[in-house]
């Protein structure tokens, strides 16, 4: 019998600068491969936008470039930032633009040590380190808001405001009861769980990291959001950490996490610090999550210019991101496929996640994990 045809992706690739388009080729590799093997297309096409384009023709993002991307189901994007542009100029209009426009307000980045990994952690194990952080990706310090006064002068004024609407907290919030819930379940709940927790029916941790004790407006909403939404999930147990102590705890234990939620600026902050504990920017993933729209997936690095055409940088992170992306379309097995394929390489394979010391090229890796999916 004729296997029924499955469903089709449209897929926007923006390549972008540095490594971006070697890492994204490898990324794109495995989809295809994955495609063939779960029975799924892709259609794409691919976006020149980024700091070559820039320089160029001056122009940073197309009029109609967000118009553009929400006909497609996903946008796969490499890496933006350009040694001879301007900090800000291309992550504020490309990178930022894009996650505000399309209203992409999660950013889902999971801290997963995979076996074969190195990490800083000592004595740590990809047993200890397998949490995600839901980072509120649209509002706070990077709405803009702020300004200066008497600019030049002795008694110049800047301030910059972390802004935040109940909407926006809540709707974050909510995604992440909903993503905790959906990591266990009562046959299996979390590990990190306490007897008494897992008595009182518990199955999921998720730890609201904030600032109660100075940011007493911002982080006020949070915690009264997180209580009330909370409420609703009584399977849920609610944990609290100030920012600080959160980094403290990411190092010392990170087994304490399950699900961590934050506002934008801390998220960013403390996701690079995952992102090191889980063996560095050569692994680590991030999906930029508009439930309800167009999502895009990348690896959270850089563009990473000097290691530009050398086919030496890792794909695996940018892999790692079609994964996710998988997931999110709905290719549950494809996506659960790719995350073995990638375990089985760094457990069995790569020397080094790092640039240059993997013991095989970019192009290699993408070839290991098509040949083990
Ligand atoms: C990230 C990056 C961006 C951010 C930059 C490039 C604007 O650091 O995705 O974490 O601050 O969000
Ligand atoms: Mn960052």
């Not at 029916?201 to 949070?222: E, H, M, P, R, S």
Request: charged share 25%; net charge neutral.
């Amino acid at each position: 019998m004729a296997k029924a045809a499955g469903k089709s992706y449209k897929i926007a690739v923006i390549p972008g600068d540095g490594t971006g388009p070697e890492v994204v080729n490898e990324g794109l590799k495995v989809l295809d491969a994955a495609a063939k093997k779960f029975n799924f297309k892709t259609t794409r096409k691919v976006f020149d936008w980024g700091g070559e384009r820039y320089l160029k023709t001056n122009n940073v993002l197309p009029d109609d470039a967000v118009e553009t991307l929400k006909k497609y189901d996903a946008v796969f994007l490499g890496a933006i930032g350009h040694p001879d542009v301007k900090p800000g100029i291309l992550e504020k209009g490309i990178l930022l633009k894009l996650r505000f426009d399309l209203d992409q307000y999660i950013n889902l980045r999971p801290v997963k040590l995979y076996p074969g990994v190195e990490t800083p952690l000592a004595g740590k194990t990809p047993d200890d380190i397998d949490y995600v952080v839901v980072r509120e990706n649209v509002g706070g310090l990077y709405t803009g808001i702020g300004g200066f006064t008497m600019k030049g002068t002795a008694n110049e004024t800047a301030v910059q405001a972390m802004v935040y609407t109940r909407l926006q907290v809540e709707r974050c919030i909510r995604y992440s009861f909903e993503l905790a819930m959906k990591r266990h379940s009562k046959a299996k709940p979390w590990k990190g769980l306490s007897e008494n927790d897992i008595a009182a029916g518990k199955i999921a941790k998720l730890t609201l990291c904030g600032k109660t004790n100075v940011l007493t407006y911002v982080f006020d909403l949070w915690d009264r959001v997180f209580h009330e939404v909370g409420a609703e999930y009584p399977l849920v147990k609610l944990d609290y950490c100030h920012v600080d102590a959160t980094c403290m705890w990411m190092v010392k234990n990170p087994e304490w996490f399950d699900v961590i939620v934050t506002e934008n600026m801390f998220g960013d902050i403390i996701t690079d610090l995952g992102a090191m504990t889980q063996g560095g920017m050569g692994i680590a993933s991030g999906g930029n999550i508009n439930p309800e729209g167009v999502s895009m997936f990348e690896p959270i690095g850089g563009s990473a210019p000097k290691y530009t055409g050398l086919n030496v940088i890792n794909p695996l992170a940018a892999i790692g991101a079609a994964g996710m992306m998988l997931d999110f379309l709905g290719e549950h097995k494809a996506a659960s496929a790719i995350e073995k394929s990638i375990i089985y390489v760094t457990g069995k394979k790569l020397k080094s996640m790092a640039a240059g010391k993997m013991g095989y090229s970019t192009t290699q890796v993408g070839d290991l994990v098509v040949e083990n999916l």
